[in-house]
């Protein structure tokens, strides 16, 4: 986990470090930041449906903007991203979609691994994975491999991912635990949950971001949302820019948490 982390008054993009990116003379969101940002990435059908296009345009394009989005992450030294790429759902979509939709996931992880290194990404998958085909999953292994010793924010790629799916492995885990290791059902406690999820280790949800326009969860993070702030925009997901992320980073800093608490005098 990232312990520098910077203050509002830090230079975070620093300037130093020069950048190809125009982006990286954006001003710094303001207030405070989020440890773990999460991004339903909506509307590429709809964005691609409403030009003419087919929907896998939309697919195409929205590579664009995680690429954008993930560098801005890694600039701004957030502890985690995570991106739901594809839900268990979502295989209700015709196979030419889902077809599309591993090319480019497969195209992503090959043609993205030199910049993953080069801004010190750490990578993990959450969700089946273990359903996607031979030729996906030697690129997320090998992809992973390279990370393996990167120190940076950590992209967390929601893939064949659903929140119901992911709290029944993880009861299935801890009742085999019990049933074959001696796990007493006392032990069992929020933290052990947490611990046997796929989002283990990593920080709570602090900030969770809708594009397309929807106001749904659609079976994200259920457990891992308990206290997120929620942030819609009705831009779709090629369409939203770094500026939209710097807005929504800065309205989380403008937000009172309170945890079921009260506000501190
Ligand atoms: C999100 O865009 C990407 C995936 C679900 C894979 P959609 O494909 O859901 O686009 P819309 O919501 O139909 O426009
Ligand atoms: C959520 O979008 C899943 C992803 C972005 C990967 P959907 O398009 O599947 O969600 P619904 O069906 O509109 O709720
Ligand atoms: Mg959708």
Redesign the pocket.
């Known amino acids: 986990m990232s312990t520098s982390r910077p203050s509002n008054s830090d230079n975070i993009l620093n300037p130093e470090t020069p950048s190809t990116s125009p982006a990286a003379a954006d001003p710094t969101p303001e207030g405070n930041l989020p440890r773990h940002v999460a991004i ?3 509307g590429n059908g709809r964005w691609a449906q409403g030009r003419g296009l087919p929907r896998i345009e939309g697919h195409r394009r929205g590579v664009a903007t995680v690429r954008r989005t993930t560098e801005m992450a890694s600039r701004l030294k957030l502890e985690a991203l995570t991106l ?4 268990s ?2 295989w209700k979509r015709p196979k030419t979609e889902l077809d599309f939709l591993m090319h480019l996931l497969r195209q992503y992880l090959i043609e993205e691994r030199r910049t993953l290194l080069e801004q010190n990404l750490r990578l993990r998958f959450i969700g089946r994975v273990d359903r996607l085909d031979e030729k996906v999953l030697r690129e997320v292994e090998r992809t992973q491999k390279l990370c393996r010793d990167n120190t940076g924010t950590e992209l967390v790629l929601a893939v064949d991912y659903g929140g119901r799916d992911e709290i029944a492995r993880a009861t299935r885990r801890l009742v085999t635990k019990a049933l074959e290791e001696g796990l007493s059902p006392d032990s069992i406690d929020e933290k052990l949950v947490a611990e046997n999820l796929d989002t283990q280790g990593l920080a709570e949800v602090d900030l969770m971001i809708r594009t397309g326009g ?1 106001m ?1 969860i ?1 079976n994200f993070l259920l457990w891992q949302v308990s206290y997120a702030e929620f942030w819609f925009t009705q831009k779709c997901w090629p369409e939203f820019e770094d500026e939209d992320f710097q807005q929504a980073l800065t309205d989380f800093g403008e937000r009172t948490r309170r945890f079921g608490g009260l506000v501190p005098n």
Not at 84 to 87: F, H, Q, T, V
């Open positions: 339903i990435m909506d739901y790429c594809l839900s759902e979502n929807d749904r659609s």
